[in-house]
Structures are given as structure tokens and as C-alpha cells.
């Protein structure tokens, strides 16, 4: 509920309460908003640091205050991993007992060939067969050369090592090829060639191997001729080559691959970098270096984007404060230094109790963070200052909740507890606007409850559903973070109404039940006065609603406002059923003294019942310093009957004071003397409503009543005009209507 003026201004001097509009206070306490969000956000925002050195030896467990991929680990990982990689080899489908055929053939015809001599058939055979070997190899190389079966490199890799492993054929076995006939060739091509087909099948990396296997085969074959048996054996030795080779592009390739399935080496929150009494080594430094946890190598980064961040905040509180009036910022000044401490001490007890709960929240509890009475400020704030500031201080409070109960590494910001808190403050907010007991609150609490476990369980809808029992246990800490709220409100509200003298709605309801004991008092001692203190409540509460004053208030301070005539009731005229009026026989000058009186003991009696400021701001100034006109009149009479000077001027017959120094106490006062006008009439016209309403209100203009508060002309007329309208519907029965009027005439 909204306080005006009078809230911030002292009424004992009609003048602005020294430190309560100091703009030096207000900047005092504005840098101290800033410094409440930087130590409530900086364990958050920025990594302890601790003075070690190279060598040293640490004093404590260190943990890491974020995620951090340790880059010079990941790379050793990499390398570790690429080096683990097994060689890559490629088999080579050759087919040799093709190279067999080829030898074969050629040595059936050149032996066929009667025009080459023996020595010739042997230099042939001496510089042919390794030729056709070379030739063999290059061939396959170049035919595949632009397959997808083999890249260049393994095709290189084999004619390389192919040739190198080439078998060299005994010099006596050249001269004994001239000699083969064609079925003694065949034979042994039949031989030669099985050998190296099964030989070749195997995997072989070294040709030697398998060459050994050869004579065993060619032995157990079908020849039966030594030299045809050593024949084919030299044969099958000369064309068996290795057939599996070391692929480098196909390792570089999978060490390529490893390097980059090597997942980093990254150092989670929480995870200890440094047990207690370990010695400092370079790679622990650098990874305390990393991580920021040096001071030597202090990051200022984050303490700038903290201060930065809570500028912001600050900012937009401040920004909406002046936009509705704070001192300097205009003529209408709604918040004084008073509201904006009270502000500030909501902001610290509603922080407090978040990092409270951050505190034993951890990544396996993240649940916990719902537990919070975030909505406890902006409800709080609903309640005694403003719902638009309210609704402000919601979107800051879940900015805030959002860094204090993340606990997900890499990221500043956890949304879904900013939404669940934005959605429980707005909704506990609009539930207690304007809420008449304090039953509403409880309400208001359950409802918050309900709406945030339905935005919890919304939010944990999306994406891969956690564990039931984190759903159950989310819902339920959400639940209780309501109730929690409601009952920390209902605890501090009475605290804020009697540190700060704010009435809030509550606290206005509550005062303006018939069983207070001065209700009782003024019922049952002065039942006049009563009934004129609730008339004039209705008309001061109409008349309030309709400039945006603060209309309950007005209602309230009304029923108050004459308490002070309980002491002298039969001196009013209201009291006075049946009996003489005592002020017939009395001196002017003591009426005056008894009626000016029954505002100071008013204040004195709301004073001893503890009745909060602006309510005894109403009762002391709702006359201001207007004029006592018919005992100053009757003093004047007196004195020119009697031939003499007044000792007295027309100030000695003025109220005190002070003027009203809020809307509110200056609506009451109009009310007051427009209610008793109106008692006073018998059967009085629209008309004379509106003329008499028109005078009261110009009359206290006239005499500069209203110097002291902030009301314009506008809202005289507002004021007017509602008057008239509340007192129409009010003594409607007692009212003559212009066609009411013409037949009393008549007759």
C-alpha cells in the first residue's frame, strides 16, 4: 500500500525531516544497494584467491569455484591416446601365381625357340625373370593407382618394400631352365603356382616366412623329378612377396581420429585442484593459474561484471523510485530516505535468505534452490510500499536467483529457478494487493505455492524427464517455499509498521475494527462524535480514491481524527442531545481554549495507544491553523459591549497547527467541516450542498491551508465534486430535489 507525503515528511515542524530527504542519504544508500548485491553475488561471481607460490605448500584442500578445461592435460591426453594407436596395415591382393603363369609361359616359348643358344636362353633368363618381377609390381601399383581400394601412399609403401624382399633365384637354376620341356613346365607351373596361392593367403608382412614353408609343399607335391621339385620351389620362392603393409596415411588418420575423440580433461566444480599439504608443482600451479585461484594472476573481469551488474539493479529500482517521486525529482514526493531504507533492508533480508538457502544446495540437491522465500521481498514490498515496485523488485529478486542457485558449470545464469521465483513473487504479489486481513496472506501463500509447483513441474516437462524423486522432492521444496514466505512476512510485517511507522492495509484494517479500545471509548462517550468520525470517514475515503490518494487511510485517520473530544464531550456541539450548551455561559476565550484543545489531546491519546504516525499526523492537523470564527466574533461583540480594546487578535483564536502537510490530512479536514455543515442544514438542496462544499473548500484555500501539502487545483475539483456526490447518496432522504421545491412553494 502506497504511503504519501505524509510518511516522509516530520508534521511536528512542517518542514522536510533532515536526513529523510537528504539527497547525500539517498546516494549513501543507493551505493549500498550495490554493495549488498556484490557481496550477496560475488562467491557466485568470483573465485576465492590464495597467495601461493611455485614449491610451496598448500594449507588447505583448494576446490575449483568453476568448470576449467585444463588445455596442457588435454594435449598430453591427445598425444598419449594418437601414440597408443596400433599401426595401420592394408593386405594387398597381388594374385602371384599370376607372375608364375607369366615366367611359365615365357620359358615355354623361348625353350620352344630352337634359333637362341643354350648360353643365350640362360643370359635371357638371368635378366628377364627379376625384370618381370619389377614389372609385376609396377603394374598392380600403377593399375590401382587410382582406386579407392588403396590410397598412394600404401601403393608406394608396397612396391618399396616388394622390392626390396625380392628373392634372388640361384645362379645354377638359370642353367638348368633351358633344359625343361613343355609337359615338364607344366608340371611344375601346376606345382609352383599352388604353393604361392596358399602361401600368399596368410597375411605376411615378410616374405621370408613363407618362403621357408615352400620346399615342404613342393616336396609333398606330385613331381617326382628332383630337379623339377627345385625348379618349382625357386619358382614359388621368387614369386611369393610380402602382402600386408604398414599403411602410414591410414595410422595418421586413425591417430588423427583419436587425438580428436580424446575427450578434454576438464576440472569440474567442486573437484579438489589441491589437497591439504601438497606441494605446489608447475602443472598444479597452472592449473590454479587457470582457474583463477592465484592472486598473483587475479582476473578483474568478473569484479567488473559484478559491479556492473549490480549498477543495473540498482539502477532499475532507483529509476522507477524517481519516476513516482523521490525528493529533488519533483513536487510529488512519495518516498523519502525512510522507504528507501526500509527498501534496503527488505532487499538484504530477502537476499540473505536466498544465499542462505544456496549455501546447502549442491549440483546432486539442485532441488533445494525452490526452498527459498524469494517472494518474501516483493511481498513484503506489496504490502508496504507499492505493487508497481513490487513487480520491479520480482524481476530483479529472480535475476539474483537465477546466479545464486545455479549449479550448472559453464553458464552464469539457471532460468528455470529465475522463472519459478518470478512466477511465485508475481503471483503472491497480486494476491495480497490490497489485502484486508491477514487470513489473505495464508491464501496468498498457497496460491504462490501452487502456481510455482506448476511452473517447477512445467519446466521439468522439457527434455529428459530427472529422476521421479527429484520431481517429487522439486515440487515439494517448492511447495514449502511458499508457506515459508507467508510465514516470514506475517513475522517481519509488524517489525517494518512499528521500525518504520508504515501503515500498510493490514494494519489499517486492523485499526479500524469497532473493538479498538478508543473506537469503544468515542462509541460509548461521545456517540455524536462518532457517528460525525464514520460520516466523515466515508466522505474523506471517496474523496481520496478519486485524485489516487491513499483512500483507506483517509477512512481510517477519520475515525481517529476527534478522539481528543472524549475528554470534554458535552462541550461538542455533536454531544450536546437534550442539554444546554456550556459555551452559552462560558468566557469566548475559554471555549476556544477547549475546543482548540481537543486536537492536542487527541494526539496525546493516540500517542499513549501507540496509533501509528500518519494516523496522529491526521488528527493534528486536520484543522490547520484555520480561524475559531464564531468565538472570535462573540469575543469581538463582547468586548465592543462592554466600550473596551480586545486584548486579543484573530491569531489568538486560530488552531495551532500545523497545516495539513499530506493529501490525506487535507482531505479528512475538508471533510470535517463539510459533514458538519451538512448536519446543520434542515432539508438542504443540491444547490446548497454544492455552494456550501464550494465555500468550505475556497475558504481554506483563501486562508492558504493547503500551502504545505502537494494537493492542485484539479483536485479541489475532483474533491468537489465527489463530496457532493457521496453526500447526495449519504443524507439522500434529508435532500429536497429541485422538483420537491416548487410545491413547498406553492404552498
Known amino acids: 500500500m502506497s504511503m504519501s507525503g505524509a510518511a516522509v515528511r516530520d508534521s511536528d515542524h512542517g518542514r522536510p525531516a533532515g536526513w529523510k530527504q537528504s539527497a547525500a542519504v539517498r546516494w549513501l544508500l543507493l551505493l549500498l544497494f550495490v554493495l549488498l548485491f556484490c557481496a550477496v553475488l560475488s562467491p557466485r561471481l568470483i573465485p576465492k584467491t590464495y597467495n601461493l607460490e611455485l614449491g610451496s605448500v598448500s594449507t588447505r584442500d583448494i576446490a575449483a569455484p568453476r568448470q576449467w578445461e585444463d588445455e596442457r592435460a588435454t594435449e598430453l591426453a591427445k598425444e598419449q591416446a594418437a601414440e597408443s594407436v596400433e599401426p595401420k596395415y592394408s593386405i594387398v591382393a597381388l594374385r602371384n601365381e599370376t607372375l608364375v603363369d607369366q615366367i611359365v609361359d615365357r620359358m615355354e616359348q623361348l625353350n620352344a625357340d630352337t634359333d637362341v643358344s643354350f648360353d643365350n636362353k640362360v643370359e635371357i633368363y638371368r635378366r628377364e625373370i627379376p625384370a618381370r618381377y619389377d614389372a609385376f609390381v609396377d603394374k598392380f601399383a600403377a593399375d590401382n593407382r587410382g582406386s579407392e581400394t588403396y590410397n598412394p601412399g600404401l601403393l608406394e609403401e608396397m612396391a618399396r618394400n616388394v622390392k626390396e624382399q625380392r628373392y634372388t633365384i640361384p645362379e645354377e637354376t638359370f642353367y638348368k631352365l633351358p633344359l625343361l620341356t613343355g609337359q615338364r613346365l607344366q608340371e611344375i607351373r601346376q606345382v609352383a603356382a599352388e604353393a604361392v596361392r596358399r602361401l600368399m593367403s596368410e597375411q605376411l608382412t615378410d616374405a621370408e616366412t613363407a618362403r621357408a614353408k615352400v620346399a615342404e609343399l613342393v616336396n609333398t607335391s606330385s613331381l617326382d623329378d628332383r630337379t623339377d621339385r627345385e625348379i618349382a620351389a625357386e619358382l614359388a620362392r621368387f614369386a611369393i612377396m610380402p602382402n600386408k603393409f604398414y599403411d602410414q596415411q591410414a595410422t595418421e588418420k586413425a591417430r588423427a581420429q583419436a587425438r580428436e575423440n580424446t575427450p578434454p580433461v576438464v576440472i569440474k566444480e567442486g573437484d579438489i585442484v589441491v589437497r591439504k599439504n601438497q606441494t605446489i608443482t608447475p602443472e598444479i600451479y597452472e592449473r590454479l593459474e587457470g582457474l583463477g585461484l592465484l592472486k598473483s594472476s587475479t582476473n578483474v573481469w568478473p569484479y567488473f561484471g559484478l559491479v556492473i551488474f549490480a549498477l543495473l539493479s540498482a539502477l532499475a529500482i532507483y529509476s522507477y523510485l524517481e519516476h513516482v517521486g523521490l525528493p529533488g525529482s519533483g513536487s510529488n514526493v512519495k518516498y523519502g530516505n525512510s522507504q528507501l531504507l526500509m527498501l534496503l533492508m527488505i532487499f538484504a533480508l530477502n537476499l540473505l535468505a536466498m544465499a542462505i538457502v544456496a549455501l546447502i544446495q549442491t549440483s546432486d540437491t539442485w532441488y533445494l534452490g525452490y526452498l527459498a522465500p524469494a517472494a518474501l521481498g516483493p511481498v513484503l514490498i506489496a504490502l508496504l510500499l507499492d505493487l508497481n515496485l513490487a513487480i520491479v523488485s520480482a524481476i530483479v529478486f529472480a535475476a539474483a536467483g537465477s546466479i545464486l542457485f545455479n549449479t550448472e558449470s559453464g553458464r552464469i545464469f539457471d532460468f528455470t529457478f529465475g522463472f519459478v521465483i518470478l512466477v511465485i513473487s508475481l503471483t503472491a504479489v497480486f494476491a495480497v494487493h490490497r489485502a484486508g486481513q491477514r487470513s489473505t496472506l495464508l491464501k496468498a501463500g498457497v496460491l504462490a505455492s501452487l502456481f510455482g509447483t ?150 496525546e491519546m493516540l500517542k499513549a495507544h501507540n496509533i501509528p504516525k500518519p494516523i496522529r499526523d491526521i488528527a493534528e492537523q486536520h484543522h490547520g491553523t484555520t480561524l475559531l470564527k464564531y468565538f472570535y466574533h462573540k469575543a469581538v461583540k463582547q468586548a465592543e459591549a462592554a466600550g473596551v480594546e480586545p486584548d486579543f487578535t484573530e491569531d489568538d483564536f486560530r488552531y495551532p497547527g500545523p497545516k495539513a502537510q499530506s493529501k490525506e490530512a487535507a482531505i479528512v479536514g475538508i471533510a470535517d467541516c463539510v459533514e458538519a455543515a451538512v448536519r446543520s442544514l434542515h432539508n438542504p438542496t443540491i444547490e446548497q450542498i454544492e455552494s456550501m462544499i464550494n465555500k468550505i473548500i475556497k475558504s481554506r484555500l483563501d486562508d492558504n491551508q493547503f500551502n504545505e501539502c502537494d494537493l492542485t487545483l484539479k483536485e479541489l475539483d475532483k474533491i468537489a465534486q465527489t463530496l457532493k456526490e457521496t453526500v447526495v447518496g449519504i443524507f439522500h432522504s434529508r435532500i429536497e430535489y429541485p422538483e420537491d421545491v416548487k410545491p413547498k412553494e406553492k404552498a
Open 454 to 603: 506448476a511452473a517447477v513441474l512445467a519446466l521439468l516437462s522439457f527434455g529428459e524427464l530427472p529422476p521421479r524423486m527429484e520431481i517429487i522432492y522439486s515440487a515439494a521444496c517448492t511447495f514449502a517455499g511458499g508457506l515459508l514466505t507467508v510465514v516470514l512476512v506475517i513475522g517481519l510485517m509488524p517489525f517494518f509498521e512499528l521500525s518504520f511507522g508504515i501503515l500498510s492495509a493490514l494494519k489499517l484494517i486492523e485499526l479500524s475494527n469497532p473493538n479498538h479500545p478508543l473506537l469503544r471509548k468515542l462509541l460509548t462517550e461521545t456517540p455524536g462524535t462518532y457517528h460525525h468520525s464514520v460520516m466523515v470517514g466515508n466522505l474523506s475515503e471517496a474523496a481520496a480514491e478519486a485524485i489516487g490518494a491513499n483512500g483507506l487511510l483517509c477512512r481510517v485517520g477519520s475515525f481517529y481524527h476527534d478522539i481528543g473530544k472524549t475528554k470534554r464531550p458535552g462541550y461538542f456541539i455533536e454531544n450536546q442531545n437534550h442539554m444546554e450548551n456550556p459555551h452559552d455561559s462560558i468566557d469566548p476565550k475559554l471555549s476556544r481554549s477547549i475546543i482548540i484543545a481537543h486536537a492536542r489531546d487527541g494526539v
